[in-house]
């Protein structure tokens, strides 16, 4: 369903006042992959690293520096305005924080039917019906249309979000880290929420988070991405199983076991994370990485096949 080719963005920015020098930020540089209809893909990676504009990318809200993206077989950079808009139909997106996303302004009902008047979706009629439906299929109560946004609790807010996302009944849903703003016993209910809909209405999700224990239950396929490059590819049960990358080892190695006295092997990792004004040469996770090699500072590792369903993006391999 959704295919991205050598996708990257870089954003200019000034790396000295004095000289007013001009620099570019790598936050995206040279990514690809793909996400099967029906699926769910997790992309996952510290903060900064790229995952959201990877997203906005894919959405077209960015303009990339290179690459494609392929939604359907199409082109999105290669639509036509009113394509354009179709298209955004049928890719909705939940943003991070539920909040800052709905317009304080305005109250509930206004904020599902808006997307109904963009795509000129139904009757008067039938819109405030599919509201009110919507709004059971979230949990939320037909009386909530009249409040506005600041009335509603942090998890009753990102399911408004929710159901602004499918309100237009769309193919392809992108989740930029829908929970982490919320409580952890409302984060189950958000993430029980999202995949009983995605069974529900055969919906496609692009999850993107920092919580590898919500991958571990929601998603087909992962993506590990560092400072703007993925690193390891593959499906979420060959990446768990034996995770091949160095930072995905210490990653998986920091997921907090429930058994206090059981023991366990954790990879630690040194050091801050690069600028991406100026990454490092060849692989860029080499000036944290607890196996490098003369290799890693001077050629760029390809993603490469180690098994099934499972690529990785280092010279140890």
Known sequence: ?????????????????????????????????????????GLVGES?????????????????????????GKDVYGLKPGELQKMRRDIQMIFQDPYSSLNPRWRIG????????????????????????????????????????????????QRIGIARALITNPKFVICDEPISALDVSIQAQIINLLKELQLKFQLTYLFITHDLRVVRFLCDNVG??????????????????????????????????PDPFTEKEELTIEGDVPSPLNPPSG?????????????????????????????????LY
């Open 1 to 41: 369903m959704l295919r991205v080719d050598h996708l990257a963005k870089f954003f200019d920015a000034q790396e000295h006042l004095i000289a007013r020098s001009r620099a570019n930020v790598k936050a995206v540089d040279d990514i690809s992959f793909s996400v099967s209809k029906g699926s769910v893909f």
């Open 48 to 72: 900064g690293c790229g995952k959201s504009t990877t997203a906005r990318l894919i959405l077209k809200l960015l303009n990339p520096t290179a690459g494609k993206v392929y939604f359907d």
């Open 110 to 157: 206004q904020i599902l039917t808006e997307p109904l008047d963009t795509h000129n979706i139904g009757t008067r009629d039938e819109r405030r019906q599919k509201v009110k439906q919507i709004l059971e299929t979230v949990g939320l109560r037909d009386e909530d249309t009249q409040k506005y946004a600041h009335e509603f609790s942090g998890g009753q807010r």
């Open 224 to 257: 590990v991405m560092y400072l703007g490059k993925i690193v390891e590819v593959g499906s979420t049960k060959a990446i768990f199983a034996n995770p091949h990358h160095p930072y995905s080892q210490a990653l998986f190695s920091a997921i907090p076991h």
């Open 283 to 315: 692989c860029r996770f080499h000036t944290r990485c607890p196996f490098v090699m003369d290799i890693c500072s001077q050629e760029e590792p390809l993603l490469k096949s180690v098994g099934e369903d499972h690529q990785c993006a280092c010279h």
